[in-house]
C-alpha cells in the first residue's frame, strides 16, 4: 500500500486458541478499562459476557412487550367480529363467550412473542451487517471454526498502538494483528 | 464401539463428543459430508422426488375429479386426509421436544440431534398442513377460515376447535421455522467461512446475516434462543391438545373423551421420537457422526419411546375403563366394536406396535443396538398412523343409526396420497441434509469439555475463576 495514503485502522485483533484464554483475556482486557472492544468466539462460551462485563441482555423486555400486543390484538379481534362486526348465535353461547377466545388469543400471543425475540435479537445486534472490518482477517475466518479473538477497537479513548498490544501480548494470544476500516 | 461410555473429567457425566474429537474436527465431521455430492444421496433423492411425483399426480386429479375420488362414505366423513394429518402433526412434535423441552431441562444431549429433529418437524408440519388443505375440496377457498375482511361481511367463528387448529398449528409452523433458522445462523457463518467457491460463500453468507460471534450478539442470541424454548414448549402442548379438541369436543362415542389431550402429546412426542430414529440411525451411519450422536444419544432417545409408549398403553387401557365405569351403552358399544368389530385387525395393529414393541427397550442391549432401533421405530411408525386411523374410523363407521353403518375402505388415490406426502417429506430432508449442518456446530462444540473455560487441560491446572 502507498505510505502515503492514510490508512484507517480499526483495532487490533488478537487471537487465542481455547476458551479458557480467552476468558482470563477478556477480564485483563475489561479490567484495565476499555469500553470500545469485542470477544468473538465459535459457540457462546459460559459467562464471558460477565467476564466482559457485559449489562445482561434487555431482550426480555421486547418479547413480553410483543407478546401482550399479540395477546391483546388476538382478543380484541375475537370479541369485535363475535359482539359488533358479525353477531351469530352459536350453541347458545353469549356473544363474548371468552373461554372459547382463549386458543386464539394464546397462539397470536405466542406468535408475536416469538417474532419479537426474533426481531429484537437481530435488532440488538444490528444484524444483518454483511461487512465488518475484522472479515478482512484471513485468521478471522476461523472464528466460526476453532479461534476465539479479542478486538480491542482504535475508536476507544484509552486506545495506544504499543500499549494496547504489551496488554493484548499479556494475556497469552497466540498471534496478533492491526485490522484496517 | 467402547465397552463403557467415555466420561467427562469436569463433571463426571458421559462425554457427549466422543474419541476427543477437537472443535475443528467437529467442523470437519458436520460440514465435510454436505461439501461433497455422494452416489448414496442421489440414490435417495431420485427416489424421493419419485415419491413426491406420485403426490403431484394424486393432487392433480383430486383438484379435477373432487374428493369423491377418495374412500370417502356416509358415515365416515373424515378418512386418510385427517389420519394423514394428525399423524405428520405429531412427527413434528419430537423436534419441538427435543429442541426446546430438552433445552429447558438443560438435557445437553439434545445438541447433537436437535438440528436434525427440528428440520424432521417442519417437513413435518408442511406435509400436515398439505392435508386440511386438499380435503376441503376447493383448496382454492382455504383462506376463508383465516379472519380477512370481506365483501360478505363474514367473520370465522372463533368458538370452533378446527378454527383454533388453523392458528395453532400455523402458528406452530412459523415459530418452529424462527427457531430452526435462529439456531442455523451461526452454522451457516461457518459454512461461509469455509466456502470453497464463491457461489457457495454468498448463498450462506446471505442467509448468515453476517455473523461473526461476537460475544455481545451471542449475549442477546442466548437471551433470545431460551426465550423461543420458553415460547415453543407450551406452544407444542397447545397443538396437539387443540389438535385433539377437533375430536374430543364432538358428541361422538369414542372421540367425546377427556383423556385426549394427553393422550394425544404422549404419542405425538411417541411417534416423533420414532421418526427421529428412523431418520438418524442411518444418517449418522453414512455421514460417519458416531462421534457426535454416540450410542448413548441412540440409548436415551429409546427410553423417551419406552415412557411415552407405555403412557400411550395406559391411555388405551384407560378408555376401555372409563368406557365400562361410564356406563354409557354407547361408549361401551364404541369401544368393544373398536378391539372386536369390523377394525379389530386394525386395533391391534396398533396395540402390538404401541404398546408392546417399545417394551423391548427395558433391556439394554436392544437400547443400544442401532439396528433393532432402526426396526422398532419403524414399527414404532405403523403403530401410530393405525391408532389414528383406528380412532377416526371406528368411531365413525358404526354411528348412531345401524341403518346407515357402512365399512370404510381407502381407494388407490388415498394410498398415493399418503405415499407423495411421505415423497414430500423425505425429498425435503434430503435437500436439508444435502446443504445445511445436519448437527449444531456451535451448539455440540458448547458442551465439549474443551469448551469450559474452567477446563484447563491435564496440565495447567490454576484453579482460578473469573
Same mark, same amino acid.
Given at each position: 500500500m502507498d505510505k502515503y495514503s492514510k490508512k484507517k485502522v480499526f483495532g487490533l485483533l488478537a487471537e487465542y486458541d481455547t476458551a479458557h484464554a480467552i476468558f482470563h483475556a477478556c477480564e485483563k482486557v475489561r479490567d484495565a478499562g476499555y469500553q470500545k472492544w469485542d470477544s468473538y468466539t465459535p459457540f457462546p462460551v459460559h459467562n464471558l459476557d460477565k467476564a466482559m462485563g457485559l449489562k445482561p441482555s434487555l431482550l426480555g423486555w421486547i418479547v413480553f412487550a410483543a407478546g401482550m400486543t399479540g395477546a391483546s390484538c388476538g382478543m380484541l379481534l375475537q370479541w369485535w367480529t363475535a359482539t359488533i362486526e358479525y353477531p351469530v348465535i352459536i350453541a347458545a353461547k353469549p356473544y363474548f363467550s371468552y373461554q372459547a377466545f382463549v386458543p386464539v388469543t394464546f397462539e397470536l400471543g405466542v406468535l408475536f412473542a416469538s417474532f419479537g425475540a426474533v426481531l429484537g435479537m437481530l435488532g440488538l445486534n444490528k444484524l444483518p451487517q454483511w461487512y465488518h472490518s475484522c472479515f478482512k482477517s484471513e485468521r478471522f475466518a476461523r472464528v466460526t471454526d476453532d479461534r476465539f479473538f479479542i478486538c480491542v477497537e482504535a475508536a476507544d479513548p484509552k486506545y495506544d498502538v504499543e500499549r494496547t498490544r504489551q496488554l493484548l501480548q499479556g494475556t497469552g494470544a497466540i498471534h496478533i494483528e492491526e485490522v484496517e476500516d | 464401539m467402547a465397552a463403557f461410555d467415555q466420561l467427562d473429567p469436569l463433571s463426571g457425566r458421559k462425554v457427549l463428543v466422543e474419541n476427543n474429537l477437537t472443535f475443528h474436527d467437529v467442523t470437519e465431521a458436520v460440514a465435510g459430508p454436505i461439501e461433497v455430492p455422494s452416489a448414496r444421496w442421489w440414490g435417495f433423492f431420485l427416489v424421493s422426488t419419485m415419491m413426491l411425483g406420485i403426490l403431484v399426480l394424486a393432487l392433480g386429479w383430486l383438484f379435477w375429479e373432487g374428493t369423491g375420488i377418495w374412500g370417502l362414505n356416509n358415515p365416515v366423513g373424515w378418512g386418510w386426509a385427517i389420519v394423514n394429518f394428525v399423524f405428520w402433526v405429531g412427527i413434528g412434535h419430537a423436534g419441538t421436544l427435543i429442541s426446546a423441552v430438552l433445552f429447558l431441562f438443560r438435557q445437553k444431549w439434545r445438541t447433537s440431534i436437535n438440528r436434525a429433529s427440528e428440520a424432521m418437524t417442519i417437513f413435518a408440519v408442511i406435509c400436515a398442513l398439505m392435508f386440511p388443505l386438499i380435503h376441503v375440496g376447493r383448496p382454492w377457498f382455504i383462506y376463508w377460515p383465516l379472519p380477512l375482511p370481506n365483501q360478505m361481511g363474514v367473520w370465522p367463528n372463533f368458538r370452533s376447535p378446527l378454527l383454533w387448529d388453523v392458528f395453532a398449528v400455523s402458528t406452530y409452523f412459523t415459530v418452529s421455522l424462527l427457531f430452526w433458522y435462529v439456531g442455523l445462523i451461526p452454522d451457516l457463518a461457518t459454512m461461509r467461512d469455509r466456502a470453497k467457491t464463491t457461489t457457495r460463500r454468498i448463498a450462506y453468507g446471505i442467509f448468515a446475516l453476517g455473523?461473526?460471534?461476537?460475544?455481545?450478539?451471542?449475549?442477546?442470541?442466548?437471551?433470545?434462543?431460551?426465550?423461543?424454548?420458553?415460547?415453543?414448549?407450551? /406452544?407444542?402442548?397447545?397443538?396437539?391438545?387443540?389438535?385433539?379438541?377437533? %375430536?374430543?369436543?364432538?358428541?361422538? &362415542? +369414542?372421540?367425546?373423551?377427556?383423556?385426549?389431550? &394427553?393422550?394425544?402429546?404422549?404419542?405425538?412426542?411417541?411417534?416423533? %421420537?420414532?421418526?427421529?430414529?428412523?431418520?438418524?440411525? &442411518?444418517?449418522?451411519?453414512?455421514?460417519?457422526?458416531?462421534?457426535?450422536?454416540?450410542?448413548?444419544?441412540?440409548?436415551?432417545?429409546?427410553?423417551?419411546? /419406552?415412557?411415552?409408549?407405555?403412557?400411550?398403553?395406559?391411555?388405551?387401557?384407560?378408555?376401555?375403563?372409563?368406557?365400562?365405569?361410564?356406563?354409557?351403552?354407547?361408549?361401551?358399544?364404541?369401544? @368393544?366394536?373398536?378391539?372386536?368389530?369390523?377394525?379389530?385387525?386394525?386395533?391391534?395393529?396398533?396395540?402390538?406396535?404401541?404398546?408392546?414393541? &417399545?417394551?423391548?427397550?427395558?433391556?439394554?442391549?436392544?437400547?443400544?443396538?442401532?439396528?433393532? /432401533?432402526?426396526?422398532?421405530?419403524? %414399527?414404532?411408525?405403523? +403403530?401410530?398412523?393405525?391408532?389414528?386411523?383406528?380412532?377416526?374410523?371406528?368411531?365413525?363407521?358404526?354411528?348412531?343409526?345401524?341403518?346407515?353403518? @357402512?365399512?370404510?375402505?381407502?381407494?388407490?388415490?388415498?394410498? @398415493?396420497?399418503l405415499v407423495g406426502s411421505f415423497g414430500l417429506f423425505f425429498t425435503l430432508f434430503c435437500l436439508f441434509v444435502r446443504f445445511l449442518p445436519t448437527i449444531a456446530l456451535a451448539e455440540v462444540k458448547a458442551v465439549m469439555p474443551v469448551a469450559d473455560p474452567h477446563y484447563h487441560g491435564a496440565d495447567k491446572g490454576d484453579g482460578h475463576h473469573g
Open positions: - | 455473523w461473526r460471534g461476537s460475544t455481545r450478539h451471542w449475549q442477546h442470541y442466548e437471551r433470545a434462543y431460551l426465550i423461543l424454548a420458553g415460547l415453543a414448549t407450551p /406452544l407444542v402442548l397447545s397443538v396437539h391438545t387443540i389438535v385433539s379438541f377437533d %375430536f374430543a369436543v364432538s358428541q361422538l &362415542p +369414542g372421540w367425546h373423551t377427556t383423556i385426549f389431550p &394427553p393422550y394425544f402429546v404422549a404419542g405425538a412426542i411417541f411417534s416423533g %421420537f420414532g421418526m427421529v430414529l428412523t431418520l438418524l440411525v &442411518p444418517l449418522r451411519s453414512w455421514f460417519k457422526l458416531e462421534s457426535l450422536i454416540t450410542i448413548k444419544h441412540l440409548e436415551n432417545m429409546a427410553k423417551i419411546i /419406552l415412557v411415552t409408549g407405555t403412557m400411550v398403553g395406559y391411555a388405551y387401557g384407560m378408555e376401555f375403563f372409563i368406557a365400562w365405569y361410564s356406563g354409557n351403552p354407547y361408549e361401551q358399544y364404541a369401544f @368393544a366394536n373398536r378391539a372386536f368389530g369390523d377394525y379389530w385387525w386394525a386395533y391391534w395393529i396398533m396395540v402390538s406396535c404401541n404398546v408392546i414393541s &417399545p417394551q423391548l427397550f427395558w433391556f439394554k442391549a436392544v437400547r443400544r443396538s442401532p439396528i433393532l /432401533l432402526f426396526i422398532i421405530s419403524i %414399527f414404532v411408525n405403523i +403403530g401410530m398412523w393405525f391408532e389414528r386411523f383406528v380412532i377416526t374410523v371406528t368411531s365413525l363407521h358404526h354411528d348412531f343409526l345401524p341403518s346407515s353403518w @357402512a365399512y370404510y375402505s381407502p381407494t388407490i388415490w388415498d394410498v @398415493a396420497t
